[in-house]
């Protein structure tokens, strides 16, 4: 999927931004500025041309003027970072807080990837596991590539979504919440760190499973975009879309908003996943580990700054050997963990607990800011 984060997505870069065909300036957009394109560069800095009238009124705006004798106080140690830095960098930090405690370890004998957390108990420091995935064989493969032949006559009529979702699945599952994102820059900024925790993961795991592409087992398929360079299991863009949903699906349960928009969420989630199918570029197995992964890493992030009230469960794929292929395909009736090939496993009491996210914390609670709960819908 497109690196292009949330926020740059809403913030005046690229085709949906400020700037382009369905932003501020162009086509769609209308001749004024946005709400993107204004504030995608604020101030006259910005522009080489605003530089240069900034250094001519310098000497004007400052003269006569003194300095304050006492600069403010600066923040304490380790406030800065957080409270004064921007998006993207932050971004980044939370990313190495939230993965700092996180491997993906493989076991070759069971050809499994394991996904796991390290934590301090009783007894020391541990690893307690988050979820596995196992490698189907070969001849499941041969059994799935069936599968996609069979949904080859859907490109026809899903040729623009299928280009549309390979650069922009996430803008798909932002207007299906149908939220005022201008006003939720925290919940964009937690669904973009929640991203980059996951396709680093998934990228180790699909790196450590090295599961063929569906052209590769069958060239006759011939994907009809690009196939990625890269293990076709778990399918990216499934675990991130049912990633992006479960975040924002259990944002819209706490704020007690009604269940149809969750619910459409997924059925999104699903269709951007099945979608990949149709190209040519996955199969559907790829899809129910993705969307496994997916929930795996939304829990984990909900465990980490409290908003589950016990340690998440561990989530297999492939824990048994494998059934009918064919039935390895995800559907909106059955959980996750419920689907063919998947199950999920209490979590061991032993287990050291999950060492708490500081950082992570103080955005969720900025996140909770912005989803107050909607009193007229839960009195109806």
């Not at 979590?347 to 950082?359: E, G, M, S, V, W």
Request: glycine content about 10%.
């Amino acid at each position: 999927m497109n690196p292009l984060s949330l926020l740059e997505l809403l913030g005046g870069v690229g085709p949906n931004g400020g700037v382009g065909p369905s932003g501020g300036v162009g086509p769609s957009g209308g001749v004024g500025p946005s709400a993107a394109a204004l504030w995608a560069n604020a101030t006259a800095g910005a522009s080489e041309l605003g530089s240069v009238c900034l250094v001519r009124t310098q000497g004007y705006l400052t003269q006569g003027l003194e300095d304050p004798e006492a600069p403010p106080p600066g923040p304490g140690f380790a406030v800065a970072p957080w409270l004064y830095y921007g998006a993207g960098p932050r971004t980044q930090s939370l990313l190495l807080e939230t993965l700092g405690g996180l491997r993906v370890r493989a076991d070759a004998g069971s050809e499994t990837a394991l996904l796991e957390q390290l934590g301090e108990g009783p007894a020391g420091l541990a690893w307690r596991p988050l979820l596995s995935l196992r490698r189907p064989p070969q001849d499941y493969f041969i059994a799935q590539a069936r599968l996609v032949d069979d949904l080859l006559p859907l490109r026809q009529i899903r040729l623009a979504e299928i280009h549309a979702q390979a650069s922009n699945a996430l803008g798909f599952l932002l207007s299906v919440a149908q939220m005022p994102w201008h006003r939720m820059p925290r919940t964009l900024e937690f669904l973009d760190t929640a991203l980059a925790v996951l396709m680093a993961v998934q990228m180790r795991i699909k790196q450590t499973l090295a599961c063929p592409r569906p052209h590769q087992i069958r060239p006759s398929l011939m994907p009809m975009i690009d196939a990625p360079s890269h293990g076709s299991l778990p399918s990216g863009h499934a675990g991130e879309s049912h990633l992006v949903a479960a975040l924002l699906a259990h944002l819209m349960a706490r704020a007690q908003r009604p269940r149809l928009q969750a619910q459409m969420l997924h059925r999104m989630a699903l269709r951007i996943a099945e979608n990949r199918v149709v190209a040519g570029v996955h199969y559907p197995v790829d899809s129910l580990a993705g969307r496994l992964l997916g929930e795996g890493i939304a829990r984990f992030l909900l465990a980490s700054v409290g908003e589950l009230a016990s340690a998440p469960d561990l989530l297999r794929f492939g824990y048994r050997p494998f059934g009918a292929a064919a039935l390895a395909q995800p559907t909106e009736d059955l959980a996750p963990a419920a689907s063919a090939e998947c199950d999920s496993v209490a979590a061991d009491a032993a287990a050291p607990p999950l060492p708490p996210l500081h950082d992570l914390r103080r955005l969720w609670a900025l996140v909770l800011d912005e989803w107050p709960v909607d009193t007229e819908a839960a009195a109806a």
